[in-house]
């Protein structure tokens, strides 16, 4: 039997070079769809986990908005034909809105939290009654003050972010109600654009004031701007306000 010597030859240095092309090519396409993948899985979680920080916030702040002006008071006088005026029924906007700009990036409002302890409970206006909710913008955050010393005041100082997580102000009241480590708030507006006026029949004083707030809040993870999410809510202020001033501090 006749050998053909050309068939006992090795692989030549040409073809070794040629397969490990096509080999590192092959590799580095399955790593390239691999790193996609895991992007996109970690983008994914970053985002559901953005909306759900920026839902919870708006939930919390939608209720507090709605609730305000309650007076379980009130209720006693429905039909017992007594006119009375619910010291819970004003909310103040800060700034306070204009014909030109009705956006605000504070609030302060009352509701009557049935509290027994002195100077609160049906009827009675007390320190721990009032609320305030408004934007950090110097710790890109949301603040909330539980009303447990004086009406809160938007401008006073907020809570310490020096800390993890941040301490309320004692002295002042307001507490973070988002954390700056966890989640960035680029934007949190209260509209009051809808709002109105009506007055009594027959009259041109307005008797009543219907509010509506429009609440924008946006944001994103720390050190990534690159996922934003933003959501808008119009909230119906259940409570009308039947007060001279409407806008004033509760």
């Known amino acids: 039997m006749t050998i053909n010597p050309r ?35 970690t983008e994914f979680v970053s985002t559901t986990r953005l909306t759900q920080e920026l839902r919870g916030l708006m939930d919390v702040s939608t209720r507090e908005l709605r609730r305000a002006g309650f007076d379980q008071n009130a209720y006693r006088t429905i039909g017992a034909g007594t006119t009375y005026t619910s010291p819970f029924a004003s909310m103040q906007f800060v700034p306070t809105p204009t014909a030109g700009n009705t956006v605000a990036s504070c609030v302060v409002l009352a509701y009557d939290s049935a509290v027994t302890t002195a100077g609160s409970g049906p009827g009675v206006l007390g320190s721990t009654e009032r609320r305030g909710i408004r934007y950090n913008a110097a710790n ?12 809160p005041d938007c401008a006073a100082a907020g809570a310490n972010y020096a800390v993890y997580p941040p301490a309320c102000n004692a002295a002042t ?26 007055a009594p029949v027959g009259t041109t004083t307005p008797g009543v004031a219907i509010r509506v707030v429009t609440l924008t809040v946006a944001g994103n993870l720390p050190g990534n701007n690159q996922v934003v999410r933003t959501l808008v809510n119009e909230v119906r202020v259940r409570s009308d306000c039947t007060l001279a001033n409407c806008t004033a501090a509760p």
């Open 140 to 151: 890109r955050s949301v603040e909330f003050n539980f009303g447990t010393g004086a009406t």
């Open 7 to 41: 068939r006992q030859t090795g692989v030549t240095l040409i073809e070794m070079m040629i397969a490990q092309v096509v080999g590192l090519i092959i590799a580095g396409s399955t790593l390239s769809f691999v790193m996609a993948g895991v992007r996109s899985n």
């Open 173 to 198: 009241g307001w507490c973070a109600l988002t954390n700056p480590q966890q989640m960035e708030i680029t934007r949190f507006e209260l509209d009051t654009k809808d709002s109105k006026s009506i």
